[in-house]
């Protein structure tokens, strides 16, 4: 295939999944289309009972509830082994009670339920995907999915004009986005940590998600350059939150950056380790509860870190930079980032005094995540 050609290809399977994602914000139903099997699907945030009939409805068949294995343990139903567990709809269980379900920081308002039936048969790849979709929507990983026949997806996609996206370009599409960023603008920016900065945005063809580069300086691409990839925080990095250690990780980076000479810091659209700011937030208020940073979002339905790296690499390799000194104290963006072709010649410690309100985010990080604190 022509280099034009797959990436108009690519394109229209970044545009599919765009299209499905904004229609499960807004509350509408899509189809997921597998190989063998398809599921009409509707976000359970997005849910209320009208929605819920009308996805019967359409489908011809009985909807199920679809949670994460994490969300799955929390309400106490036994996860199969499979990345998602679907959940029978009984007669008693209303569209509100089912976005509880859905949402950990009811657990405590709602504390008796159940018990809940859960199907153990075949699993179809497409009811995982949606959740994956509804992930990549910084939605809560729950979908309402009814089976729906491959023979009448035609048919019911032009009746009902609803997004059908494919479990393939779903699975695909982090990779295909990463790959397809181009920078789009650049303009010198002085700051008070370096004044002689350079501004770079990047974004993917489709229009996606838009990540950015600070450059300081003019580092050589033949030496390892000192880097540091950082995640957005609107709590930590504008208004100073101090249940977070991360407006002083980006104003020291910064400052260290600077004071070597030269460098990048890449500022990734990553807010909540992946989640987006109101699942964060959501978050937060489960560690209110006594739940720490990791264990409050697993009871989401999230994994603790969500984050890819991927977008971050071709960034690098875009501004010409292939060999790193990287500022971290998570291994994991290490791995991240050599799984993608970037050489780390060296971690560079990025360590910062705790307070009262972050002592146990930061021990979290320690010993459950192994970060080098």
Not at 147 to 159: N, V
Not at 172 to 187: D, I, M
Request: proline fraction near 5%; glycine fraction near 8%; charge should be negative.
């Amino acid at each position: 295939m022509s280099t034009n050609k797959k990436n108009e290809t690519d394109l229209k399977r970044l545009r599919a999944v765009d299209r499905a994602i904004a229609d499960l914000r807004r509350g509408l139903s899509i189809i997921v289309r597998g190989p063998e099997e398809a599921s009409l699907v509707l976000a359970t945030e997005m849910a209320f009972d009208a929605e819920l009939e009308t996805l019967a409805e359409r489908s011809g068949a009985t909807p199920v509830l679809a949670l994460t294995a994490h969300r799955a343990n929390v309400l106490h139903i036994q996860p199969t082994g499979d990345d998602a567990v679907r959940v029978v709809i009984e007669d008693w269980m209303d569209a509100p009670l089912m976005r509880a379900l859905a949402d950990a920081v009811h657990d405590l308002d709602q504390p008796f339920r159940g018990p809940f039936t859960r199907i153990k048969e075949g699993l179809p790849a497409t009811v995982p995907a949606a959740i994956k979709l509804a992930k990549l929507g910084r939605l809560l990983p729950s979908v309402l999915a009814a089976p729906l026949a491959i023979e009448k997806i035609d048919e019911t996609q032009a009746r009902y004009d609803l997004s059908v996206v494919s479990l393939d370009d779903i699975l695909a599409f982090e990779e295909v986005a990463a790959l397809q960023l181009k920078r789009v603008a650049s303009a010198r920016v002085p700051l008070q940590a370096a004044e002689n900065c350079t501004f770079h945005a990047f974004r993917p063809e489709d229009g996606g998600i838009e990540h950015l580069a600070i450059v300081v300086g003019s580092p050589s691409p033949r030496e390892p350059v000192l880097a540091r990839l950082h995640s957005e925080c609107f709590t930590g990095d504008l208004v100073g939150s101090l249940k977070c250690d991360c407006g002083e990780q980006l104003r020291g980076a910064l400052k260290a950056i600077g004071e070597q000479g030269g460098g990048v810091l890449l500022y990734l659209a990553q807010e909540g380790r992946g989640i987006g700011l109101i699942n964060k937030l959501r978050a937060y208020k489960l560690q209110e509860q006594g739940f720490d940073t990791i264990d409050a979002n697993e009871r989401l339905g999230f994994d603790a870190d969500e984050r890819v790296f991927q977008p971050a690499a071709e960034m690098l390799k875009l501004l010409g930079f292939r060999k790193i000194r990287l500022m971290t104290n998570n291994p994991e963006k290490v791995d991240g980032l050599e799984r993608h072709g970037i050489t780390v010649s060296e971690r560079v410690s990025h360590k910062f005094p705790s307070n009262t309100h972050n002592e146990l985010y930061l021990a979290t990080k320690k010993k459950r995540s192994g970060h080098y604190l």
